[in-house]
């Protein structure tokens, strides 16, 4: 009864927080050159130009009771937050490179089985990824990952330039990395797991507050922005570029929640320490991921926009479906080793510690 009770009230709750948090419609028609899988640009515009997104009416297939928290199957338990100090290594990450594959005004984690109701997304990853997308149909898909074992769907609003599309040119860089000061306490993401960072409806000092910020958005020698930079080089090697890291901490218990961020949360100072550990609510040490995005754009950039907004409505969505024993392979060599790795799990300063990866960028 007290978990029903958790549920209704998480529930009513998750409703609210998807109206004002999940719901502003996009502000730009799709156009430019279509990739697969792209609305006709006349009816994105007749229904999300400028309006606002209804609550979702419909969960996802993997929700057993249609409460909005997927259970993890098997739940971690028995976890304390590690406050160790393993010897200090500079890094300890790997590099996902993975490429553009489609948009679409889909989101399969805050509208499942809805396609359409989202504002226009850039897709990257695995190229299957649709409003009904599920864990089983994301692992029988392919990708634009380098690894083949990386079938996992990562996105964000479209940018736009005026009605142009502007998307990613070639692999972009998403930084797995420790985010705790124990790095051998991270562990691989379960299989299933999704979260969404960041907020479309944020204001721009919420998003300059926020704890995944890193360097806001960048262009040339202007950094920290929360607005697009005014002052963009109009130089061919100059692109428009921003980072973003999401929380690293799970509650071991939910593969998504209502609100599809509260089974994370971003690490915290350890009291009289300057260490990072998980809180004792979300015990569990998960990856850190970092998008690091760079768009085909530069010189003026008043006409620049995305889909979700202005530029600090800027936010991204996860969706694990790696290869385990792949992950499991580049989290323990590169990420607990305590090494800077690229996406065979290689690392060019520690040659002697050999790669994760084949040539192919699969297990040997």
Known sequence: MARRSKIASGTLIAGALLLTSLGLGGIAASAGPPLSGSGAASSFAATHSGHSMAVSTA??????????????NPQVTGV??????????YFHEFQATCAVTHTRPDDPIVYPGQPGKSHDHTFMGNTTTDANSTTATLDAGTTACRAPGDKSGYWMPTLYKGDRQVLPLGPQVIYYKAGVTDYASVRPFPKGLRFVVGSPTQTAQEFRSHRGFVEGWECGDSFFNVDFPTNCPNRADVQLNIRFQAPSCWDGKYLDTPDHRSHMAYPVVNPGTNNNVCPAGHPVALPMIEFKMAFPVNGDLSQVRLASGPAWSFHYDFFNAWDAPTLQALVGHCVVGGLQCDARGYDQTHPEAGAALDANYELP
Request: no cysteine; hydrophobic share 10%.
């Open 59 to 72: 969960s996802s297939p993997e929700d057993p009771d249609g409460d909005g928290y997927i259970p993890a």
């Open 80 to 89: 304390t937050p590690s406050t160790k100090e393993p010897p200090h290594r």
